[in-house]
Each structure stands twice: as structure tokens, then as C-alpha cells.
């Protein structure tokens, strides 16, 4: 009897063991710290994407700003005033703004490549398309709307995806791309008179049509970041090891930063003892490392949703400010070892991931996607972190397990589509927050106080925000252009004085931008000198505006630089050129105004970026940068036509001149109190200014480091 009672003993614990063994070989594991995010490497294919960015600009910012060389050849072969047919000039510019927050949006769905490829081929159909027109108001639609918001699908990209390549030498790579602005505004400036007199201005649109094509190969070289990496992992690697070089030197040497980061950890999680993912301590006397808290299993019912015990504040304190817990920045780590770095993506992500990747492997069970399929929970002996403020877990490695007669097979093939659909949630526009920055990195306070390239770009993304309702389940899939969107159109912003009064020093600096684009050489003409002499005063303009680009940058880049007296010192000398070009009728007076408006404007440009980064923040710097670009392009729309009935009415440009000259004075004077308005909102709000955000010599020595170790 006992020796048949230990058989079928026997027999059970091998078919308990049987069975474990066969659900080990069902559960898959994947591990999230090589999900990283890539980093710009500054060098190798980054400079054929910083070609790439050039040509871009060449072509589209070469027809925008020179189109003032047609003006006179297409009102008299239209038979229109020059306001009318001033529009078409202010739609493209406006148009290619006003669709740079929608592309960027898009841009989540569809690469840059792609939108540039797409972009150019409108381009090229539409300019085409106006040399065979004959009614003044189709070639508007065609060459400002149509041309315009095809050129905002190539213009944001080529201008944003330097940025994605460049960290170090991030200013001196946007200010070669931003030359092409001006290199082609005069290379089209200069070339237009002759092509004029041979192919009239119906030849030149076509020869500009086959222009827009080099955008198409030039889109050709913006291949993604991380396929680049994939091929370059010894250059990957070097990299990681040199943040971890600078991590080890970073780390405090005694137990008082320690005890200041719990303390600071405490007073911030209310929302995560509200939440309860920490269930309850329990140590390991065998184990040098403590197991620090359990971490409660995501729920098998549900795929994509899980549900979290609850959790008193109390214990929560009590822990951290016990021994046993360890921060990593706004990471608190609640189970395993120390990391190097602490994973970025959250479970939350991985649930809904995993969830798409099934739905989408089974499409003759519709219903797959809502049944009990797979359970993903950290893998036994991962590291487990929780964000501080926040309920999202965050864990070194996953399982996935099928859940019993689920009829889910997880195999190589699931795990590889997974990874490959995570580093695309990681690689989206949505989740950075300098997605728009394009200046030099030693303004960006994020960036000085990190150790590392990598470290930096970590701490601006964000994966997975949001996910979480307040309940604490999974939400659906988030759509990243209506989140881009609207983080782009927040307009909370809009109750901020110091922001609104940046906006509109903009909107102002925007209507006097476009005079001597669109009007200097028809004015020209009109004092009686040549086409092709007039066409030359935008070719010296956009020659010297190049060589002050270059000297924008290299001054942005100072960590000393005031952005702001930089900027009204250029807004006042080119308004106050345009005012007192009227009295200077002279070839040689134009040719002043021109150099000294050219020279001064590119700080206007190349700054204001920096200004908004100072004023706001990075972490606000995609909001503003939406409602930036909305009501510039706004004011691009409205400021040659209303400048331009002024001479239809008078006759004369000078007041064209005169009034766009006052808007750009009157756009640096709204910039004067900036600063202390900023002062007075901080402190309404009760906010504490960094010592870091004052710090010019911090910067100056992560400056001279940068250079050292590109």
C-alpha cells in the first residue's frame, strides 16, 4: 500500500515536473535593456543626412525667398496688382509653417524619408503644373497653398532629422543645414534674370519643378537612426562604455546623497502609494542583495490590462526611508540589482505591445485579441523599478507565457516582431522632448547636467505616457498624431505672459521678415535700374545672411551668449536698414541695406529657438514650438499682401519699407521686459530657478569637453 502511495507520488512530482518543464519551454523572455535608444552618432552617415538637409533647404527656401525676381514678369503676364500676386509669395512661405505641426505629427506614422519622397513629388507637380497656367488664381492655389504645404512636408523633416544625428556637434551641423537657406536664395537669385530672358517665367517654373526633384534624392539619404546603428555596433558600444566610465566617476561617495534622494523621493510619491504597486518587504538573509519588495503579477485574464493591489502611504514612506531602497534619478528600484541604467520602457507598453503583435498574428480569430492569451510579467531575478509620481513599473527583463488552452504559440518569430515594434515606440517624434531643438546643446539645461550623450537622451524621453488610467488598467493604444497634436496646441500655454509676449515679438518679427525678399528688387526696378542689377541685391543679401548664419552659430554656441540682447540688437539694425532705405535711392545705398540687413536678420533666425528654450523650458519647448509655427506662418500669410497695397495705393515702396522696418523695432522692443516678466510668472508660480540655468562656467566646461571628445 505505501510502496503504491509512493508511486503515484512519483508519478504526480514528475508530471508536476514534466509540466513545469514544458511551461518553461512555452515562456519567452526578452530582455529590455538592449532595447536602448540610439544615439546621434556626429559623425560617419551623419554627414550625408546633413547633406541631405542641405540640399533641402537649397531648393525649397531657393524659390520661396527669391520669388521677388518673378514679381514683375508675372503681374504683367497676369495683368494683376502686385497685392495679388504678392500672395502667391506670402501662401508658400505661410503654408509651409502652418503644415510643419501637422507633418511633425504624421511623422509618428510615417518616416522622414517617406514625407520628404511624397513631399517632393507634390512639389514637383504642382510647380509644373503653374507654367502652363493662364488664370492668376490657380497658379495662387497651386504655387502657394499646394506648393507650400508640400514644401512644409520637406522643410520640417530635412530641418528636424539633424537634430537625430547630432548631439555635440549639434549647432555648427544646423548651422550648415540653415546656410542652404540662404546659398540657395541666392544661387536662385542670381540665375533667374538670365533664365528669365530666354524661357520666360513659364520656362522657369519648369525648370524649377525639375528643381524639387533633387529633394527626392536627397530624402534618399535620411535613413533611419537605428537601422544605421544595427550596422555599426562596435561604434554603439564604445559609446555605452564611455557613459559608463563617466556614470562610475558621477557616483557620490558617501551615504548623503543617498538619504536627500530618499527624502526627495518621499515628498514625491503620493500618487504612487495612491496607486499601490508596492505590495509588501520581505529580505533574503541568504542573499547579499536584498529582495526588496515583491512585485505583484500582471493580471493573466487580460492581455493588455493588469490591475495593482493597494498600498498604504504609510508603508510607503517607512520604506524609503529605510536602507533597503534605491534611486535611480525618478526611479525608485523595488526589486534585484542595481542597474547601470534603469529600463525605459514600462510594462504597461510591453502589454499593449505584445497585445498588437498577437492581434495582428492571428487574423482569422478576429476575437484572439480580446480572450486570455498571454501572460507578461518580470522574469524571475529582473530588476524592477517604479517611477517616482507616477504607476508604471519598469523591469529589466519580461516573460511572455500562453496562457493554458489559449492556442497561442509565443515562438523567435512573436519576440522578434515585439523588439521591433518597441524600439519603434521608443524612436517617435511624440515621445521626445527636443524634438524641435536645434541650436547649440549647452543652452539645454538637461543636457549639462548629464554625464553623457546617452544619459541626455534618455532624460527628454518619454515612453508610454499616459498609458495608465487612473484605475490603474492599461488604456488602448494611444494614437501618437492626436497626442503630438495636441501637445502641440496646448493651450494652457497661452496663460502664460512671458510666452504670449514671445509670440508676439515673433508674429511682428514675421511681418517685416519677408520685405526685401519679396520687394527689394521690383523697388529696384522701379528707381530705373536693370533686372538683372535689382535680382543682384538679393543675391548679396542671401550671400552675406550665409556668412551670418555661420556667425549666428558660432556665437550660440559660446555657453556666455545672451540670446535675447543678441536678438533685439539684430531686430533693431535690420528694422531700422528698412526704415532709412528710403533715403538712400542710390545702387550702392541698396546694396548697404542689403549687406547690413542680410548680416543682421540671421541672428533673428538662428536664435530664436535658444530664446524659447530660455524662456520655457524643454519640457514646453514642443508646445510653444506648435503655436510658434502656427502664427508665423499666419503672419507670413497677411505681410506681403498688406505691404504690398501700399504701393498699389502710393505708388512707392517707401512705405513698404517703412512700416516693415517699424514691425521688426517693435518686435525686438516687445522682447525688453521678457526677462522680468519670466521672473515675476516663476515666482507667482512658486518655482525655484536651478543654479545650473545661471551657470555659464558649468556650460563653458561641457562646451570645451564636447569639443575634445567628438
Not at 537622451?457 to 495636441?486: D, F, Q, W, Y
Not at 498688406?642 to 515702396?653: E, G, M, Q
Request: proline letters at 5%; one cysteine or more; hydrophobic letters at 45%.
Amino acid at each position: 500500500m505505501s510502496s503504491d502511495v509512493n508511486t503515484k507520488n512519483t508519478v504526480k512530482e514528475n508530471g508536476d515536473l514534466q509540466s513545469e518543464m514544458d511551461d518553461k519551454a512555452k515562456e519567452l523572455e526578452i530582455n529590455l535593456e538592449e532595447i536602448e535608444l540610439p544615439v546621434p552618432p556626429d559623425g560617419g552617415w551623419s554627414w550625408a543626412v546633413l547633406l541631405g538637409s542641405f540640399i533641402c533647404m537649397f531648393c525649397v527656401d531657393g524659390l520661396s525667398f527669391s520669388f521677388g525676381v518673378l514679381l514683375s514678369d508675372l503681374q504683367t503676364s497676369f495683368e494683376c496688382t502686385t497685392t495679388k500676386i504678392s500672395v502667391a509669395s506670402s501662401l508658400i512661405v505661410g503654408f509651409t509653417l502652418i503644415s510643419g505641426p501637422v507633418v511633425s505629427a504624421v511623422s509618428n506614422i510615417l518616416s522622414f524619408r517617406s514625407l520628404v519622397l511624397v513631399g517632393s513629388g507634390i512639389s514637383f507637380c504642382s510647380v509644373l503644373a503653374c507654367a502652363f497656367v493662364y488664370d492668376v488664381n490657380i497658379f495662387i492655389v497651386l504655387f502657394g497653398f499646394v506648393t507650400g504645404t508640400s514644401y512644409g512636408m520637406i522643410y520640417l523633416p530635412a530641418a528636424t532629422i539633424v537634430s537625430q544625428w547630432f548631439a555635440k556637434l549639434r549647432a555648427t551641423a544646423t548651422g550648415i543645414s540653415m546656410c542652404g537657406s540662404s546659398i540657395g536664395t541666392a544661387v536662385y537669385s542670381a540665375i533667374l534674370p538670365k533664365l528669365l530672358k530666354i524661357y520666360s517665367w513659364r520656362g522657369c517654373m519648369a525648370i524649377m519643378a525639375a528643381m524639387s526633384l533633387h529633394c527626392f534624392a536627397a530624402g534618399c539619404l535620411f535613413i533611419p537612426l537605428r537601422d544605421y546603428q544595427r550596422g555599426h555596433p562596435v561604434k554603439k558600444s564604445e559609446m555605452e562604455r564611455e557613459a559608463q566610465v563617466e556614470d562610475a566617476s558621477s557616483k557620490p561617495k558617501n551615504g548623503l546623497s543617498d538619504a536627500r534622494f530618499r527624502r526627495s523621493v518621499t515628498s514625491n510619491l503620493g500618487s504612487v502609494a495612491g496607486s499601490g504597486y508596492l505590495k509588501h518587504a520581505d529580505t533574503d538573509p541568504e542573499s547579499s542583495t536584498p529582495v526588496l519588495l515583491k512585485v505583484p503579477k500582471l493580471d493573466r485574464g487580460d492581455p493588455l490590462s493588469h490591475r495593482v493591489p493597494n498600498f498604504p502611504a504609510s508603508v510607503v514612506k517607512d520604506l524609503l526611508e529605510s536602507q533597503s531602497i534605491h534611486g535611480s534619478g525618478d526611479m525608485v528600484r523595488i526589486q534585484g540589482i542595481e542597474k547601470h541604467q534603469p529600463p525605459m520602457v514600462g510594462l504597461s507598453t510591453v502589454n499593449r505591445v505584445v497585445g498588437e503583435v498577437l492581434s495582428h498574428q492571428d487574423h482569422s480569430h478576429p476575437q484572439s485579441s480580446r480572450r486570455r492569451t498571454v501572460s507578461v510579467e518580470p522574469s524571475p531575478g529582473a530588476s524592477v523599478y517604479v517611477k517616482t509620481g507616477g504607476n508604471q513599473l519598469f523591469a529589466s527583463a519580461v516573460s511572455l507565457r500562453p496562457i493554458a488552452d489559449a492556442g497561442v504559440h509565443v515562438n523567435s518569430s512573436i519576440r522578434r516582431e515585439i523588439v521591433r515594434k518597441l524600439e519603434r515606440e521608443m524612436d517617435l517624434p511624440a515621445n521626445r522632448k527636443d524634438f524641435f531643438y536645434s541650436a547649440s546643446m549647452v543652452h539645454v539645461n538637461e543636457y549639462v547636467s548629464s554625464s553623457n550623450v546617452n544619459e541626455y537622451i534618455r532624460s527628454v524621453t518619454k515612453i508610454g505616457a499616459g498609458e495608465i488610467e487612473e484605475e490603474g488598467t492599461v488604456a488602448r493604444p494611444p494614437n501618437h498624431v492626436v497626442k503630438m497634436l495636441s501637445e502641440l496646441f496646448d493651450f494652457g500655454l497661452l496663460r502664460s505672459p512671458t510666452f504670449l509676449l514671445l509670440l508676439a515679438s515673433s508674429v511682428f518679427g514675421l511681418l517685416g521678415y519677408p520685405v526685401p525678399y519679396v520687394f527689394l528688387s521690383d523697388e529696384a526696378q522701379t528707381l530705373g535700374y536693370s533686372s538683372e542689377a535689382s535680382a543682384n541685391l538679393l543675391v548679396y543679401l542671401s550671400s552675406v545672411n550665409t556668412v551670418g548664419r555661420v556667425m549666428a552659430g558660432v556665437i550660440s554656441d559660446w555657453p556666455c551668449t545672451d540670446a535675447l540682447f543678441v536678438n533685439n540688437a539684430a531686430l533693431i539694425i535690420s528694422g531700422v536698414a528698412c526704415v532709412v532705405l528710403p533715403l538712400m535711392p542710390s545702387y550702392n545705398g541698396h546694396v548697404a541695406y542689403a549687406v547690413t540687413f542680410g548680416l543682421a536678420i540671421a541672428a533673428f533666425v538662428s536664435l530664436r529657438i535658444i530664446l524659447l528654450v530660455e524662456m520655457l523650458g524643454l519640457e514646453r519647448l514642443t508646445n510653444a514650438f506648435g503655436f510658434l509655427l502656427l502664427f508665423q506662418g499666419l503672419a507670413f500669410i497677411v505681410s506681403p499682401p498688406i505691404l504690398a497695397s501700399f504701393y498699389d495705393l502710393l505708388k512707392s515702396y517707401n512705405y513698404t519699407f517703412i512700416l516693415g522696418g517699424a514691425s521688426l523695432i517693435f518686435s525686438a522692443l516687445l522682447c525688453f521686459p521678457l526677462r522680468p516678466i519670466l521672473r515675476w510668472e516663476r515666482r507667482r508660480r512658486g518655482e525655484v530657478v536651478p543654479p545650473h540655468e545661471s551657470g555659464h562656467c558649468i556650460r563653458l566646461v561641457r562646451h570645451i569637453r564636447d569639443r575634445f571628445t567628438v
